[in-house]
């Protein structure tokens, strides 16, 4: 067997786009991410919170609190597209909020600051809001 055979097949030819893909989809993930200034963590946060969602994404919410209202926001997800701008969208929706305000802020508000969602990926929203209201359960029962 000669050393072409493998760039000859069929399947090499597959595999390799595939690797290709994956690659270029990775590191536009990647860029995505690194340019949203609201994706990340904060040191020393007032307020965080985890939770996973039926889905098994995780997604994180940090909060940091300066004369009763959010002076920065922070989310984490591992999830999928709409849960980054869904995460995204949390942290914006609670910039410059009071703790009472953000109480307010439901899974409608974050599917509509995303521009909407399709039915079915809903619970991207309910994980980011889900999320937000931790970490300000949290936040209060720091005392
Ligand atoms: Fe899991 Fe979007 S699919 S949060």
């Not at 069929?10 to 690194?34: R, Y």
């Not at 939770?51 to 609190?65: E, Y």
């Amino acid at each position: 067997m000669d050393s072409t055979f493998f760039y000859t097949m069929p399947w090499f030819n597959l595999a390799s786009a595939a690797a290709v893909i994956f690659v270029i989809v990775g590191v536009w993930v990647l860029i995505l991410q690194k340019w949203n200034p609201d994706f990340g963590t904060m040191d020393a946060p007032d307020a965080i919170a985890c939770l996973r969602g039926s889905c098994g994404d995780a997604m994180q919410i940090s909060l940091r609190f300066k004369d009763g209202r959010v002076v920065d926001a922070k989310f984490w997800t591992d999830g999928c597209r709409f849960s980054n701008d869904c995460g995204a969208a949390a942290a914006r929706l609670a910039l410059n909020k009071t703790p009472e305000e953000i109480a307010d802020i439901d899974y409608v508000a974050i599917a509509e600051e995303v521009g909407g969602l399709p039915e079915e990926d809903l619970h991207c929203a309910t994980l980011a809001a889900g999320t937000l209201h931790e970490s300000l359960r949290k936040y209060f029962s720091q005392g």
